[in-house]
């Protein structure tokens, strides 16, 4: 395009290249530096170079999850023995989580990297020095968090949105709701996100959008990736809170200060340092094609599956979460039976999400060893419910959702062998249209959604509603 508008006699101010995902910032790197608008590409380059990006985390006191690279399975099976299992295994250079997994033991790591040393990414470039496999280890339990930030050629940064992701850490961002503001995080871990995100912007020289990539685990922060350009969680933050993101960012990029922006009415004067917290809960959830594609696995992973994205705004969380459920095409019931079906590590967590249906009336149903385990605790269960080919003990699980006895699901597979175990539970639930949840954070979600929901009627609120009009929009 530079040399048809250049052959055209046309004259290039300069390209803006942290708009548009993954896919510009690859061609950053063979563009005249002088045309990158915003971000250098050098610093682009730094925050995607493994070796380079663990320096300066190291140098500026920022924990990351243990880790390494490899360009061979003899390398990642030796990262991976250093740092234990499980670990994500990840491509460099890609978009959308592609070919990224979570893997359990050594066969896992050679069949994940035999997959991307022959398939194509082999034929996109492959595993090389330059574009070599991430082996980090894998916070089962950890709560992941997004931070989009701005940050102009004065050096002031801006902290527009913290999100709070609803699954836990290992599904991939696109795929997973979140919600802003954080709804559990604690002032001390909003503080080291804030001022994490901050070191890293100001350390990579950033001009314009970064969004950052944290999981908190134990109330320790972990950074998990930098990317100096906007995320697909911008226009969500801009809706979220009434500030144009990317238009802010535009201009920061062709030289103004976020001062002048403010002064100009198109940032909120008391925007300083952070975006002020709206009166609001927001959540984004993702938009999942599952019930197009028969028999696939529900199972949410790092390798991005949605393929677009809604968001639900209200006085709380759980009416926000509700909101977003309907508009993804998912309707929380309002009675009937929830089938539980618990790893074992899951099980004394599980219990508060038990507790939490019993109490807004459902009927439990559990697997044999979910079953024991609640009754133990307390909870009744009214159905004892058996695994796929084992008779005479109880009922069948694909049975009672295809009959129409089961209203929501709530199937948590964790390891090696329960992540393979259950997919014929989740396949029944999306032949059936039956809500289907693979993490307790979202079962906790949807209890909530359901219990505000049943107390605060539903109300349509607008956006030219929530957010008085914009200077910008005035002009």
Known sequence: MLEAEQAAGGTVAGVIVSLG??????????????????????SIDLAEDRERWNALCHELAIPQPAGGTATSTAEALSVAGRVGYPVLLRPSYVLGGRAMEIVYDDDGVRRVMQAMTSGALAREGGVTAERPVLVDRFLEDAVEVDVDAVRDGAGEILIAGIMEHVEEAGVHSGDSACALPPQTLRDDVLDALERHTRSLADS??????????????????????????????????????????????????????????????????????????????SVKEAVLPFDRFPGVDTLLGPEMRSTGEVMGVDITFGLAFAKSQMAAGIRLPDSGTVFLSLADRDKPAGLEVARAFSDLGFSIAA???????????????????????????????????????????????RGLGPRADGQHIRTAAVTHKVPCLTTLAAARAAAAGIADVRSHALVVRALQDLHPVPGWAVR
Request: glycine share 10%; proline share 7%; charged share 15%.
């Open 367 to 413: 697997t044999m060893g979910t079953a024991g385990y609640l009754r133990s605790q307390g909870v009744a269960v009214d159905t004892l419910v058996a695994k796929v080919g084992e008779e005479g003990v109880a009922s069948d699980a694909v049975d009672l959702i295809a009959q129409g006895k089961v209203q929501l699901v709530v199937n948590t597979p």
């Open 204 to 281: 990579l020289e950033v001009c314009g959008l970064i969004n950052v990539q944290y999981a908190v685990k134990d109330g320790q922060v972990y950074v998990l990736e930098a990317n100096p350009r906007a995320s697909r969680t911008v226009p969500f933050v801009a809706k979220a809170t009434g500030v144009p993101l990317a238009m802010v960012a535009s201009r920061v990029m062709v030289g103004q200060t976020l001062a002048e922006l403010r002064l100009e009415g198109l940032l909120p004067p008391d925007a300083v340092g952070r975006v002020p917290v709206l009166d609001h809960v």
């Open 21 to 42: 995902g993954q896919t510009p910032l690859k061609l950053a790197g063979s563009l005249p530096p002088e045309l990158v608008l915003g971000t250098s590409p050098a």
